[in-house]
């Protein structure tokens, strides 16, 4: 959906960050940035005329507006290198330039937790890096950035899909191009412009990988037994369960006695929805990996749901793997 420049829209629904609501707005960077605080490094110390604390600093969230007041969020050792939001996606931005993409022409979001000390910043990219499957439900591309100042998590920069039918996110894996480096002296935001051309370098492999899944054939019970073992292991049962039966009828499920005993498969469940874009059955492995999809972007926890759809690719490869064995 294309935003108007001159607006800033908040979005339905927040996200999770460290147990602290993700509130999301959306619009032109020109327009998001007025919403994103900055801040400073100062003396840690309890009044103006005492002595600092010699072994850790403050990070202080300066106001956006004359009614407000300067807020310490955090504590930080001395070798900490402050990042501030603005300049990781200004790196970012030139990064897109690189590639040859205006920034000021994109559709973008910004998740931020209610003192601004977390980011999560996305840039949509232009209609003209879509990919459309043969189900007819066109992919976007989009860079994803995190962001904290207080030093509690670490900076990372990702390619990442999205299905504009049920706005599931998807990170396949070559497109994904991190900078997980720690807020110390070694960190350098200079690095951000090279991984954002690293990243687009890799959108063929991207694509071939799409279209490789979309060409391999599953049957149920492959699908079965997959949602019993691998991905009941990797995101437990009660994932399992929905993801088998979302496969096998497009409708999301909840189970109905949570200490029922059997595998994910063989819980009771009583359907809620019917999940926007999912094919019923799901016999393509392209058509499962956004039934993971859809079972990962549902996570409110911001962080786990990045690690999650990151884990689709080795999902959608373990079932391969055990399509393979059948067919041998």
């Known amino acids: 959906m294309d935003v108007a420049e001159s607006s800033a829209v908040l979005l339905d629904g927040t996200g999770r960050w460290r147990a602290r609501d993700v509130s999301y707005w959306a619009g032109r960077w020109a327009r998001l940035e007025r919403l994103v605080p900055k801040f400073t490094i100062e003396p840690f110390r309890v009044r103006p005329d005492s002595p600092a604390n010699p072994h850790i600093q403050a990070v202080v969230r300066q106001p956006l507006t004359v009614t407000e007041q300067p807020i310490p969020v955090g504590t930080v050792s001395n070798s900490y290198q402050l990042a501030q939001h603005h300049e990781v996606v200004m790196r970012c931005f030139d990064g897109l330039r690189l590639v040859g993409v205006e920034p000021a022409s994109l559709n973008c ?19 003209s890096h879509n990919y459309t499957p043969k189900d007819g439900n066109a992919l976007g591309l ?33 497109t994904k191009a991190e ?34 899944w979309e060409a391999g054939q599953v049957s149920a019970e492959e699908l079965k037994r997959w949602a019993d073992g691998e991905v009941s292991s990797k995101w437990g049962k009660k994932a399992a369960c929905r993801v088998f039966h979302i496969c096998r009828t497009g409708r999301d499920v909840e189970i109905v006695d949570p200490f029922a005993k059997g595998e994910a498969t063989e819980k009771p469940v009583k359907p809620t929805l019917d999940v926007p874009g999912a ?7 392209y058509e499962v990996s956004q039934t993971l999809s859809w079972i990962a972007t549902q996570r409110s926890n911001t962080e786990q749901r990045v690690e999650w759809q990151g884990a689709i690719p080795h999902l959608i490869s373990s079932l391969r793997t055990e399509s393979s064995k059948v067919s041998a």
């Open 279 to 285: 094919a019923a059955p799901a016999t393509t492995l």
């Open 179 to 212: 900078l997980r480096d720690v807020h110390d002296e070694h960190l350098s935001l200079d690095a951000i412009p090279d991984l954002v051309v690293t990243g687009m370098t890799a959108v063929t492999a991207d694509l071939q990988r799409l279209r490789s």
């Open 109 to 127: 979001e910004v998740g931020l937790t209610p003192l601004g000390e977390w980011m999560n910043f996305r840039a949509y990219f232009p209609e």
């Open 142 to 174: 989009r860079l994803e950035c995190f962001n904290s100042v207080d030093g509690s998590s670490r900076l990372v920069i990702l390619l990442g899909w999205l299905r504009f039918v049920c706005a599931n996110g998807l990170v396949i894996g070559e």
